[in-house]
Every structure is written in structure tokens, then in C-alpha cells.
T-cell receptor, first 112, second 113 residues
Framework: NAGVTQTPKFQVLKTGQSMTLQCAQD?????MSWYRQDPGMGLRLIHY???????DQGEVPNGYNVSRSTTEDFPLRLLSAAPSQTSVYFC???????????FGQGTRLTVV | AQSVTQLGSHVSVSEGALVLLRCNYS??????LFWYVQYPNQGLQLLLK??????LVKGINGFEAEFKKSETSFHLTKPSAHMSDAAEYFC???????????FGAGTRLFVKA
């Protein structure tokens, strides 16, 4: 019963490097989203998707790209990492509507 | 636009005491409200949610919350705190789409023996 799986759990990047955070869910959920969690700021929505091939921006999309080629996967790409992107990133999925969101364990990213 | 304000970034209670975590929301449409809990180094998990109907909502681990439209509040309570309740709690509001959930800044609950 995997649920939402995020990889890697930890990552250190140098400024200017690019990388992809992976997110996969095995619950056949249509809705998936990415959040970043920073102290005192709660979770802020970066991007979300309502189904394969459909994505949209959340509150803080700058510096991040997403795509959704399959129902299961929703990777988050950092194009050119900056220290301001140091954060804990969470992927979530749900069936949409009024359903709860299921969260992955998070990826702790440090940009130096 | 929707927003959530959690009053108090840290709350400390004694074991066995009442837990009260405060949440106020702003929404231009009928809100759907959630409380999530996050244990150290874990993702978030749902405690309870309000959609429609009964305004007093019961969740897991003995928590409950009451939706008060006139006060735009959705405070979380538990009659008797347990050490295992120590965690961070997030209030959230959704427009019903489920995927654009807005979270509050979180309240960290400390439970003293």
C-alpha cells in the first residue's frame, strides 16, 4: 500500500543546477499537486494537475516546471536552483472534489 | 480569494488538559475546511474535514472541530491532551475542487508531562 511516493528524500544542490523531484501515486487519483513548506508559512501551492496532460500554476510557481504525462506521475523540475528554493517539498494527490489529499513523505532540498 | 489564519504558532498544554487550536478563514464561496496533522519528518495526514451539514465534525484521535460561519472560524479541540498529540497542525480551506487547498501557517502543539 504505497500511496504517494516521493524521491529523493534529501538533496543538496549548488546554485544554478537543475534537478527533478519525483512523485508517483498508485491510487489512480486524478488530482496531484506540489507544495513547498517553509517555517512559519505553512504549505504553499506550487503547481497542480487535474489529470494527465493538464497542469496549472499555484501560488508560487516561479522557478518550477511540471508536466503530467501519466495519471501516476507528477514530477517537479527546478530549472536553475536558487538558495530561496531551499525548502521541504510535498507532493499530494486526491480524487478531487471534497476528498482529502494524501501526502508523500517530503523531499528536503538544500540549495547552497 | 481564500485564506487561512492560525492564531498562535506554538501552543503548549499539560497532558490531560484541553487542547484548543484556533483557525479563522476567509472565503468568497462556501468553504470546505480541513485540519491536517504532521508528525516529525512525516507528510500531512487528515484529522477531519467539514464540507456541508453538521457543523460539529469529529475526527481521528479524539479531535473535533466546529464550523462557525458567523465567526468564520473552525477551531480544533480535544478534551484531554496526550503526549502522542505533540505535532504540527494545519488548518486548510478549499474551494471544493480539492486540488487548490490553501493551508495556514501551522500551529505546533507541545504536550508537557
Amino acid at each position: 500500500n504505497a500511496g504517494v511516493t516521493q524521491t529523493p528524500k534529501f538533496q543538496v544542490l549548488k546554485t544554478g543546477q537543475s534537478m527533478t523531484l519525483q512523485c508517483a501515486q498508485d491510487m489512480n487519483h486524478e488530482y496531484m499537486s506540489w507544495y513547498r513548506q517553509d517555517p512559519g508559512m505553512g504549505l504553499r501551492l506550487i503547481h497542480y494537475s487535474v489529470g494527465a496532460g493538464i497542469t496549472d500554476q499555484g501560488e508560487v510557481p516561479n522557478g518550477y516546471n511540471v508536466s503530467r504525462s501519466t495519471t501516476e506521475d507528477f514530477p517537479l523540475r527546478l530549472l536553475s536552483a536558487a538558495p530561496s528554493q531551499t525548502s521541504v517539498y510535498f507532493c499530494a494527490s486526491s480524487t478531487g472534489g471534497l476528498a482529502e489529499a494524501f501526502f508523500g513523505q517530503g523531499t528536503r532540498l538544500t540549495v547552497v | 480569494a481564500q485564506s487561512v489564519t492560525q492564531l498562535g504558532s506554538h501552543v503548549s498544554v499539560s497532558e490531560g488538559a484541553l487542547v484548543l487550536l484556533r483557525c479563522n478563514y476567509s472565503s468568497s464561496v462556501p468553504p470546505y475546511l480541513f485540519w491536517y496533522v504532521q508528525y516529525p519528518n512525516q507528510g500531512l495526514q487528515l484529522l477531519l474535514k467539514y464540507t456541508t451539514g453538521a457543523t460539529l465534525v469529529k475526527g481521528i484521535n479524539g479531535f473535533e472541530a466546529e464550523f462557525k460561519k458567523s465567526e468564520t472560524s473552525f477551531h480544533l479541540t480535544k478534551p484531554s491532551a496526550h503526549m502522542s498529540d505533540a505535532a504540527e497542525y494545519f488548518c486548510a480551506v478549499s474551494d471544493g475542487g480539492g486540488f487548490k487547498t490553501i493551508f495556514g501557517a501551522g500551529t505546533r502543539l507541545f504536550v508537557k508531562a
